[in-house]
């Protein structure tokens, strides 16, 4: 069910040449952005029209409206199961309290008497949230989207899920309690590359947004491409990645049931087992036949994801080399199930997030652990973060100097205008110490200074 990559006996190669080695789906985003501009020009041009067409071609509903009354979000909430309202609300609770801790302050810093520079942050001023709803429905993305920007201070935001027959064209509805429960008021049915492209360009009924972020497929993936400088996007998500490094002190019946929680996902989702024990591969390929038998999605999700070329079982020589092998991979989630783990975990350098020991599954970030669950993938951990309240906001420099602190620096900024054959650069400050002969004095710094 589950190929083997055995890179033991011989040393391990270096850069490129170790991630070549490894599992990785195979993910075009660049065939798929052709695909998409037809229909992100189309919203461009015929706004809410276009939405509702792609909606009946591609959800098989003919919506009346695109934004979602408020009247829906409201009965989706009162007509939620308890248990599932207990479960977002933790849920929330959890997530707010580690994104508040992430809130940055504006700091001031005096670089010489007179002359300070202070960076302040501000979050940016509307951003559009979404949340898949194709082969699974994600409530849990809802909440991983909207509180970082709630906590970062977004005063404007909105969120689109696809529209769904079963449920009148109306987004499904626990993502409509999810949005209650946030007091997210502005919700809209739009799926894929209609959404992005309705928040890039604005339509009749929703207005543009600065910027985009949630999980969603390969559509989203290259509208998020397409429309990059136009808006700001949070990444380009690929297919959802779990990599698991373990020594023979890992129970093997919790691996196998990791990996197939992640499997679940999609056929393009990737589970890699990273060990230096061939005993440990040995029994988690034996607990995978019979765990995946016992669980839904078996055939269209599963199988293909756990026999597909982006996973595997990678046998190493040692835990140092299997660390070498999980830097190399960058993996979105990268649980460490060794002696020791914390002290492990502690030395990984690249993975959206790392979970440490038998007690902390993937399962646990992605719902109640209180992290983010919108990470990055396909390797880019090595050198992007996953989404946090920093996401949301810009960090802008206030520089302010005196007349005297400006002078005694002057002649330092003529010289290297000058350097860079960018005279008026130098111009500019020479300009405001005409007749200032002390200051003038220096436009040449004399030997020392």
């Known amino acids: 069910m589950i190929s083997r990559i055995d890179l033991r006996g011989d040393a391990l190669p270096e850069g490129p040449a170790l991630r070549d080695l490894l599992p990785r789906a195979d993910f075009d985003v660049s065939a798929a952005l052709e695909k998409v501009r037809p229909i992100c020009e189309a919203v461009h041009h015929r706004g809410d029209a276009a939405l509702i067409d792609y909606a009946e071609k591609f959800d098989g509903v003919r919506l009346e409206s695109v ?32 994104h508040r801790a992430q809130r940055r302050t504006t700091h ?18 509307r951003v559009g949230l979404y949340a898949p709803g194709g ?63 309705m928040f890039a360009h ?13 999980p969603g497929n390969i559509w989203v993936a290259a509208a998020k491409r397409y429309f990059t400088g136009r808006i ?56 995978l036949a019979p765990q995946v038998a016992a669980t839904k999605h078996i055939e269209d999700r599963i199988v293909p994801a756990l026999s597909g070329r982006q996973s595997a079982i990678v046998l190493v020589d040692g835990i140092d080399e299997g660390l070498r092998v999980v830097d ?30 038998p007690w902390a599954p993937v399962s646990l970030g992605d719902y109640a652990a209180g992290s983010n669950h919108v990470l990055p993938t396909g390797g880019c951990a090595c050198h992007s973060s996953g989404l946090s309240v920093q996401s949301f906001l810009r960090g802008i420099h206030i520089v302010d100097y005196t007349k005297d602190a400006l002078a005694d620096v002057a002649a330092h900024v003529v010289t290297l205008a000058e350097a860079e054959d960018l005279p008026a650069h130098g111009a500019a400050v020479k300009a405001r110490f005409v007749g200032d002969e002390q200051v003038s004095r220096g436009w040449k710094v004399p030997e020392g200074k």
Not at 108 to 125: A, I, L, M, N
Not at 137 to 161: D, F, K, T, W
Not at 202 to 214: H, K, N
């Open 232 to 287: 700001g996007i949070d990444a380009e998500a690929g297919p959802t990645e779990i990599a698991v490094l373990a020594d023979d002190t890992a129970d093997p019946a919790h691996i196998a049931a990791d990996l197939i929680s992640q499997a679940e996902h999609d056929p393009l989702a990737a589970a890699v087992l990273v060990t230096d024990s061939v005993a440990l591969a040995d029994a988690v390929e034996k607990e």
């Open 67 to 98: 934004r979602v009354p408020a009247g829906a979000i409201a009965d989706a909430l009162e007509q939620l199961d308890p248990a599932v309202r207990a479960a977002l609300e933790e849920s929330i609770r959890r997530t707010r309290l580690v």
């Open 202 to 214: 604005g339509t009749e009924s929703c207005p543009a947004a600065d910027m985009v972020t949630g």
């Open 328 to 357: 190399a991979y960058a993996a979105e989630h990268l649980e460490i199930q060794t002696e020791d783990a914390a002290a492990v975990a502690d030395r990984v350098r690249n993975a959206g997030a790392i979970f440490v020991g």
């Open 135 to 197: 082969r699974s429905v994600y409530p849990s993305s809802v909440i991983m989207n909207a509180v970082p920007a709630q906590e970062a201070g977004v005063p404007s935001m909105a969120l689109a899920s696809p529209a769904q027959k079963e449920f009148g064209g109306l987004p499904h509805p626990t993502i409509l309690a999810a949005c209650a429960l946030l007091g997210i008021d502005e919700v809209y049915a739009a799926g894929g590359a209609t959404a992005v492209a």
């Open 108 to 125: 001031t810093t005096q670089v010489v008497p007179g002359g300070s520079v202070t960076e302040k942050w501000v979050p940016v001023d």
